[in-house]
């Protein structure tokens, strides 16, 4: 069993370069015939068209900040979109982009340093960041006009792992992060693999905040909750997607440490 940021995490930088613009062009399969007015349900008031241009919009400003390398937090998000007029030209748009966001992944240095918002300050960071934006969004968007959802058991559980090492630093767009307190429970998500044992996650809520628990601690320190299952389904439970009282996890543990966390880490 392995925890977080350990073996297999992160992935090759080309992983998330080739998965980044598939999962974009499936993102635009998806919304380019759909109705632009339709809602998104996990996105509440949001419609395909405003899911589409954040995802277009996102990314362009994501590639502007690997551009430059940004080595300070920027004043601004604004950055030339070349948006069409016409939202039914939106998933186009947005398919459109993809050999400019590839073209900008290949010629950046992954380990060139720069600011992120998160834990590891480099470039690699916002190619990581990018493919789970684009994957979750591309899962929201299915949802939304009635399609089954599939993602790849390996990207799914670097995802998670993606959001745990970096949800201590989210706060500054997602404030109820930084309220996430504790009194020295552990919990624990645990993927249940298909070829193997899976991997396991272990977070520790304490009076101060919360943070990753390393291997030094995973002996000692008992769990107080667990939730088990396929690393797909942790992914969208750690993004707000699905419910730990779904059929598909198995939960153990004190129901109130996983109330507080979810309470406290939707964004």
Not at 156 to 184: M, Q, W, Y
């Amino acid at each position: 069993m392995t925890a977080t940021h350990r073996a297999g995490h992160p992935l090759p930088y080309d992983t998330y370069r080739e998965a980044i613009a598939r999962e974009t062009l499936r993102f635009a399969d998806v919304v380019k015939d759909a109705d632009p007015s339709t809602g998104v349900p996990s996105c509440p008031d949001w419609t395909l068209t405003d899911l589409t241009q954040h995802v277009g919009a996102l990314q362009r400003w994501f590639c502007t900040l690997l551009t430059r390398l940004v080595q300070e937090p920027p004043r601004s998000r604004d950055v030339e979109l070349g948006l069409p007029e016409d939202a039914r030209d939106f998933p186009g748009w947005v398919a459109a982009g993809v050999p400019g966001v590839a073209a900008v992944l290949r010629d950046t240095d992954p380990e060139a340093p720069m600011w992120v918002w998160g834990e590891d300050p480099h470039a690699r960071f916002w190619a990581r960041r990018m493919l789970f934006e684009t994957l979750v969004h591309r899962v929201d968007a299915e949802r939304a006009v009635g399609l089954t959802s599939d993602i790849d058991p390996v990207l799914a559980a670097d995802g998670v792992d993606e959001f745990l090492v970096n949800l201590r630093h989210a706060g500054i767009f997602a404030p109820g992060v930084t309220k996430l307190r504790g009194d020295g429970e552990t919990l624990a998500f645990r993927s249940t693999g298909v070829d193997g044992p899976g991997e396991e996650w272990r977070m520790r809520l304490d009076p101060d905040g919360f943070r990753p628990v390393g291997r030094e601690a995973e002996e000692s320190a008992p769990v107080t909750a667990q939730v088990r299952g396929q690393a797909a389904d942790l992914l969208l439970l750690l993004y707000g997607r699905r419910s730990y009282q779904d059929s598909a996890f198995e939960v153990s543990g004190q129901a109130a440490v996983l109330d507080n966390w979810f309470a406290h880490t939707a964004f």
